[in-house]
């Protein structure tokens, strides 16, 4: 219901709900539901689901429609809408009445195509790093202690005061060296090269921090312009590149050193902290002092033996009298103790040769007995003696079988005390012959 009333001077006052509630049913008879096309800027999603962006003319017209996609219409999507896309969105103007403001309610969106510097953004990104300007190999480690510390920016942004914030709160020792120059139009490009350059010409610091505040694609878009980028890639200081919030990612933030999410996490990534280092100081002076102490306990010891030894010198006299006069009985008493137990040693040895005689001579004796006995026990007259007889054919020849006898043959037999003459009168052959 639209609301007003009528003024004592019979002109009509609208009271701002009414006023607004009226533009707001206009609006939605007169443009229930449209298409229109554009560029997104800072396009965020909350945590509710629901997307806000800006829709800008693609035409290059200085105009844009604040636009509100809630989280139904979000969920349909089958893209991730990004800053720069050309979009097509359907649905409805409205007014915000708690700020009066004018917004486009999107029920649907479509891609329309890259947006004309989103495309040349990713164009380039993809030519520098075929080029190698974005390789991690190339990238250089910041110094770990650096006395001075150089700042690119605009003086008149919030991103110096940041930075120079966080360096006073986290390492006030380190100086800052301010090379300035514009951070956004068409001069910001060439500017931001030249203080590039004049920070490498002087090599005053000892760390560069490239800095700026967020903003949309277009407003940072000097820190994608190919002359900034491959003046950070050729630099011979260290570049720390700190542009826009986390979600900013610029050309010169991969072609930097390091890219911090924000300007205040560049200073903080490029110096340590002052706190943290005093505290490791104070760590390596009590380690020292432990060390220092021992080492005063351990050479405190040894000097007090030391002065023990050295407190009686009649001691030391005294024990080196006594081994010298150890000595001098020991050398005094060598030569008579070497001939006595040289003798000793001849008495010891002088019996040997007549024992090892006689031994030797019992032992051949022993020897030769044994032999003789031996010789003895082969002794033929020794068999004879116990009643056998020897025979031979007369002529010295043995006879030790019968079957060489004939009857009437004449045979000798030899008996222990002589032989006698015989006839042989018959053969009897055993029966095992």
Known sequence: MIEGREAASNRRVWGVAGLVEAVAQSLAERFSVVVVGGEIVGFTRAASGHCYFTLKDADGLAASLRCAMFRRAAAMLDFSPA???LVELR??????EPRGELQFVVEAMRRAGAGTLYEQFLKLRARLAAEGLFDEDAKRPLPAHPRRIGVITSTAGAALHDVLTALARRAPQVEVVVYPSPVQGADSPPALVNALRLANERAEVDVLLLVRGGGSLEDLWAFNDERVVRAVAMSSLP????VGHEIDVTLCDLAADLRAPTPTAAAELAAPSREALLQQLASLERSLLRCLDHRLQTTAQRLDRLALRLSRPSDALARQ???LDLLAQRAAA???RRVELQRQRLDHLAPRPGRALADTLRRQTARLDALQARLQALDPQHVLARGYAWLDDGQGGAI???HTLL???EVRAVLADGSADLRVLGVLPSPQG
């Not at 649905?91 to 915000?96: E, T």
């Not at 570049?239 to 700190?242: A, L, S, T, Y």
């Open 83 to 85: 800053d720069g896309a």
């Open 91 to 96: 649905g409805r103007v409205a007014v915000y």
């Open 239 to 242: 570049v720390v590149c700190g």
């Open 321 to 323: 009298r006594r081994l």
């Open 334 to 336: 060598a030569p008579g």
């Open 400 to 402: 030790t079988s019968v």
């Open 407 to 409: 009857p009437g043959h």
